[in-house]
């Protein structure tokens, strides 16, 4: 395996384990829900906690110029390790609901510091094909949201503080398998003067906002499919084949995880077609199956499970397809910009 093909398959691993401090959250939520006797509202609120975390935390990563200002590897590896503190914070001494949420904020502004900043460090190895490796590294963070649906699939219980804590062990494995293992990639190079305005110069770029514009409707419809898919098929199950309702985690994560195939594939074509053929392609096939939701709610399991799991795969397979032509579109010297304010934005969308 050559030099660019060894920091690739680095930081794709690094991403999925830095970004365990997330996931471990969403598995350990209902398990708390029951410990801390909350209600529905207050349970959320330890998942939305760590969205708003990673939005608020692109907007300040964007507008210092973060990841292009400081070493881009050791943004990475600093985050990872703040990250895995506050979420083992969060394990250890919450001591009130008010400071758990604390935490799990937190937590989420030091992640505005692993996956941007990772697609930030694939670019910087890759000055062609993008949409392809991105593809592969961002395969690896889809298959870490379906990780805790595996979970309750299996119907485990644990001890949440072992899995938080478990998960922060991860983040700082991730940082460090970047900070010692991945070398500065040849592109990418030049440091810039900080710009405060940097973030919002880059929209007055047509084709990177344009590109932007997709991306942000892209996620609505991701997350959508992502936060709603279980619900979806609970619903239809009860009415339709109650005996299947058992299954809804295990179909819940098969519909997400498969998304690192629809990654991967989107990528692979991209090589050979481009970045923007296979996001249309991608975001026309989601759609059809948008439209026709209501008839798949109808039908019976041996149907609507093999088109959800369909759908659940070019749902994300555009994700990398965006992100690459976002890192082609914007000034060279501020990419790590331009791709953590594309992520904060997109990612606030389904708010």
């Known amino acids: 395996m050559n030099k660019s093909g060894r920091a690739l398959l680095l930081v794709s691993l690094a991403v999925f384990l830095a970004s365990a401090t997330w996931f471990s959250g969403t598995a350990a939520a209902p398990v708390l829900k029951e410990i801390w006797n909350l209600g529905e509202v207050r349970s959320s609120w330890l998942t939305i906690a760590v969205q708003l975390g990673f939005i608020f935390g692109t907007f300040f990563y964007a507008l210092l110029n973060i990841a292009d200002v400081f070493k881009t590897r050791k943004v990475f590896f600093v985050s990872a390790l703040l990250g895995a503190l506050f979420n083992a914070g969060f394990a250890m001494a919450s001591k009130s609901f008010g400071l758990a949420l604390a935490l799990r904020f937190l937590t989420g502004v030091t992640l505005a510091g692993v996956y941007p900043v990772g697609m930030k ?7 062609t094909g993008l949409g392809w490796r991105l593809g592969i590294m961002v395969g690896a963070l889809t298959t870490g949201t379906a990780v805790p649906y595996l979970f309750f699939a299996g119907g485990a219980y ?14 700082v494995a991730g940082g ?10 040849p592109f990418l190079k030049e440091t810039p003067r900080f710009d405060a305005r940097a973030a919002f110069r880059i929209f007055r770029l047509r084709t990177f906002r344009l590109q932007a514009f997709g991306y942000f409707g892209h996620m609505w419809e991701l997350y959508a499919f992502w936060s709603l898919v279980s619900s979806f098929l ?3 199950f ?7 309702m058992g299954s809804v985690p295990l179909v819940s994560f098969l519909a997400i995880g498969i998304g690192i195939f629809g990654c991967i594939i989107g990528g692979w074509m991209s090589r050979f077609v481009g970045e923007r053929k296979v996001a249309l392609a991608s975001l026309i096939a989601s759609a059809i199956f948008c439209g026709l939701s209501g008839f798949l709610f109808q039908l019976p399991p041996g149907f609507l499970i093999p088109a959800v799991l369909f759908w659940g795969l070019v749902v994300v397979s555009d994700s990398p397809q965006f992100s690459a032509l976002a890192a082609a579109y914007c000034p060279p010297e501020y990419t790590g910009t331009a791709l953590t304010i594309q992520n904060g934005i997109g990612f606030g969308m389904p708010g």
Do not use: E, K, Y
């Not at 694939?122 to 000055?127: L, M, Y």
């Not at 460090?176 to 990639?185: A, Q, R």
């Not at 009860?238 to 299947?244: K, R, T």
């Open 238 to 244: 009860a009415v339709n084949a109650p005996q299947f």
């Open 234 to 236: 609970a619903a239809s």
């Open 121 to 127: 460090i694939v670019a910087q190895w890759f000055r």
């Open 176 to 185: 460090l398998l970047v900070l010692l293992g991945v070398p500065d990639g």
């Open 158 to 171: 644990f001890d949440w503080r072992i899995l938080m804590l478990a998960a922060s062990g991860f983040a």
